[in-house]
């Protein structure tokens, strides 16, 4: 990964990421977790931006995808090196040793369904009204490829 760059609209992005990042930022912190190492957060998601890991608009900040992360196993990969399995599971899916859990989180409103990810043990929106008052849809779960001998 390359050296952090600003970029015209950093603002809106950083705002952008704030709002929609969940998955992405629950990425980066299993990242972290499995390699030990700091991972710097704007390097990651603008080269995660740059390879087309995550979708982002930047001409368009109403875009429904924006944040949306395409391709997590590759995200995983740029920032650990290792090849990562990656899958969706239900609710009440119990992650077996060497699984990573991101749990996607619903609360329904009048017309409207809003989701959040987050990890047991790490919340990238503090006090998450659709964690509160919502319940786990389901779960992704992500899986390090064996490291070679």
């Known amino acids: 990964m390359s050296k952090t760059r600003l970029r015209n609209g950093i ?29 710097d957060v704007l390097d ?13 608009n930047a001409d368009d900040r109403n875009d429904d995808n924006n944040f949306f992360v395409e391709y997590p196993g590759l995200f995983l990969e740029m920032m650990t090196g290792v090849k990562w399995d990656v899958r969706k599971e ?12 991101v749990q996607r989180w619903e609360r329904k409103k009048t017309g409207n369904v809003l989701s959040h990810f987050q990890r047991k043990d790490f919340e990238p929106i503090e006090n998450s009204l659709t964690a509160k008052y919502g319940k ?14």
Do not use: M, N, W
């Not at 929609?20 to 629950?26: D, M, N, P, R, V």
């Not at 990651?44 to 982002?56: E, K, M, P």
């Not at 239900?90 to 859990?101: H, I, L």
């Open 11 to 39: 603002q809106t992005f950083l705002s952008e990421a704030g709002e929609a990042g969940c998955y992405a930022l629950c990425l980066i912190d299993i990242a972290e977790e499995y390699s030990g190492k700091h991972i």
């Open 44 to 56: 990651s998601l603008f080269d995660a931006v740059d390879r087309g890991y995550i979708h982002y």
């Open 90 to 101: 239900a609710a009440f899916y119990a992650t077996k040793d060497g699984e990573y859990c």
């Open 136 to 149: 786990i849809a389901s779960q992704r779960i992500l899986k390090p490829h064996k490291k070679e001998a």
